[in-house]
């Protein structure tokens, strides 16, 4: 007999989201109750002809300047160029601001003048001066301890060198830093490890095959295992298990 197990909610099949239809919320027909409306406008018909009868003024037609504002004209002041008056001999030449010239007036009411000077002429020269020009007098130089009212400091020479008793003469015949051997710190301190390059092994001639690491199979442990170890991905779940719900907190 088979055995009955009780139905699952999930397995009963009812229609989608897309099954339901909800109110419109554009317009007055049918409007979703639950959502405010908006007010709505539509456009009137074309009115008859008899109303040029009742209502006959003009329409929009008139033109108002674009500076004229209700607290009057508005812009900025307009000049323009006109043409050279004649000159009429009945009119007076007066003057403009570009005739006169103030600053050659005297100072009035003891004004403060500021100073002015001029360019004189060349002054001659005296037949017989005896003076020297600041360019004939010598100063002695600075360099070297021949100064006679200036310290100096000490001079030196190049001196040629000396072919008997000079420093380049050892006369002594002492050895130099150089004529010292060093001596082998393995003989006054603990002895270094020491390492040696070794020839190249001699391959066995030998008629023996070795195996090569290519030649071991490790996948097959039949030999002390009932089988090699296999790995598989997990197990297929049903559909209709809860699914995991964790709260987050903020």
Do not use: W
Not at 215 to 224: I, S
């Amino acid at each position: 007999m088979e055995k009955k197990y009780p139905d699952i909610a999930g397995k009963e099949k009812g229609p989608g989201p897309g099954r339901y239809g909800l109110p419109p919320t554009i317009g007055f027909i049918g409007h979703d109750y639950t959502k405010p409306s908006s007010p709505a406008y539509s456009f009137h018909g074309r009115m008859s002809n008899n109303m040029y009868s009742v209502d006959s003024s003009p329409g929009p037609r008139y033109h108002v300047d674009a500076k004229i504002t209700r607290f009057g004209k508005d812009g900025i002041p307009a000049f323009s160029m006109l043409g050279r008056m004649k000159p009429q001999k009945e009119i007076l030449h007066t003057p403009g601001p570009g005739a006169y010239s103030p600053e050659k007036a005297p100072p009035c009411n003891l004004q403060r003048r500021p100073p002015s000077y001029t360019m004189g002429t060349r002054t001659q020269y005296r037949s017989v001066d005896p003076v020297p020009a600041p360019n004939k007098y010598c100063l002695p130089p600075l360099l070297g301890s021949h100064v006679p009212n200036k310290p100096a400091s000490a001079s030196y020479t190049m001196s040629g060198s000396f072919s008997t008793g000079g420093p380049s003469v050892d006369l002594a015949k002492t050895p130099g830093p150089c004529g010292y051997n060093s001596t082998d710190p393995n003989v006054y301190l603990p002895r270094r490890p020491a390492f040696s390059m070794l020839g190249r092994r001699v391959l066995s001639r030998d008629n023996i095959k070795k195996p090569d690491p290519g030649t071991y199979n490790p996948e097959k442990v039949t030999v002390h295992k009932a089988r090699a170890p296999a790995y598989s991905m997990g197990i297929r779940h049903t559909e209709f298990v809860t699914p995991l719900i964790v709260s987050v907190f903020d």
